[in-house]
C-alpha cells in the first residue's frame, strides 16, 4: 500500500472559472475536457460567488479527472477562494465571517492573487495579515496577475508567515487551463484533508497565457450583460 500511495501523482489546479461566471464563456464540459487533455487530475471550479457551474462540473467529470466545488467570493475585504463546498457563499460578507461559513461546510480557503492591483485583492496588508491564522494557502503564482511584482509579493508573503504557496491557471477561458499547476507525489487532493497533505509537499509549474487570450474576458462581460447575466449582488447589512 505504501508503495502504491508512493507511486500516486497528482496534477492539480485550483483556480478555473466557466460561463457560470459574469466573464468566462467557457462551458463547464469544455474546461473539464481541456483540464483532462492536459494531464490533470484535479481541478477546483471556482465560479465568482456561485457553485452551480461547480456543480455541473463535478457531475460531469470525465474518467480519471477530479472536479472539487468550489466559489471565488467577493468579501467585504477582499476575494478568497473557498473549497470543497456543499452550498454557494454569500459575497459581501467580511473576510474572516466568509471563512468561518466555509469552515462550517468543511472547506478550504485560500487568497488568489493577493497583490494584484487591478483586481478585488486583499492588498490591505495589515487585514491581510490577521487572517494568516485562518487560511491554508495563497496563490503565490497567479497566470493573470499583470507583471512580476504581483507574484513575488504574493511569494515574499507566504514565506514569511509560513503559508504554502500554489500556482493557479485561474483560467477563464479553454485556452488558459493547465497554463499553471501544482503536482505532488504520494498525496490525493481529493479531499479537504488530502488537500491539505498535499500542499506540504507539492511542487508548482508556472506559467501564463497570452494577453490576447486574456482580452477574451471583457468581451464575456460584454455577452452576459447583454444576456442579462450579472454579477451575483454582494450582501447587504440592515
Request: aromatic share 6%.
Amino acid at each position: 500500500m505504501a508503495d502504491a500511495a508512493a507511486a500516486h501523482h497528482a496534477f492539480f489546479d485550483l483556480h478555473l472559472h466557466t460561463s457560470f461566471s459574469f466573464d468566462s464563456m467557457a462551458q463547464p464540459r469544455d474546461q473539464l475536457r481541456a483540464a483532462a487533455a492536459r494531464g490533470l487530475t484535479h481541478v477546483a471550479i471556482t465560479d465568482h460567488d456561485r457553485i452551480d457551474g461547480a456543480l455541473e462540473a463535478r457531475d460531469h467529470a470525465p474518467a480519471g479527472l477530479t472536479v472539487i466545488v468550489g466559489e471565488e467570493v467577493k468579501t467585504a475585504d477582499g476575494d478568497l477562494i473557498c473549497l470543497f463546498l456543499e452550498r454557494p457563499l454569500l459575497p459581501g460578507l467580511p473576510a474572516d465571517e466568509t471563512i468561518a461559513a466555509a469552515r462550517e461546510q468543511g472547506g478550504l480557503v485560500g487568497i488568489p492573487h493577493p497583490f494584484d492591483q487591478h483586481r478585488n485583492s486583499i492588498l490591505r496588508e495589515a487585514r491581510l495579515a490577521s487572517l494568516v491564522p485562518l487560511i491554508d494557502w495563497v496563490e503565490t503564482w497567479n497566470a493573470r496577475v499583470v507583471g512580476r511584482n504581483g507574484n513575488e509579493l504574493a511569494a515574499q508573503f507566504a514565506l514569511e508567515h509560513g503559508l504554502p504557496g500554489i500556482a493557479a491557471s485561474d483560467a477563464h477561458s479553454t485556452l488558459e487551463v493547465g497554463v499553471a499547476y501544482n503536482s505532488v507525489t504520494g498525496a490525493d487532493p481529493s479531499t479537504a484533508a488530502g488537500l491539505l497533505e498535499a500542499l506540504t509537499r507539492h511542487e508548482i509549474v508556472t506559467g501564463r497565457a497570452s494577453y490576447f487570450v486574456r482580452g477574451l474576458t471583457p468581451l464575456a462581460k460584454g455577452i452576459h450583460r447583454a444576456l442579462g447575466r450579472g454579477r451575483v449582488q454582494p450582501t447587504t447589512r440592515r
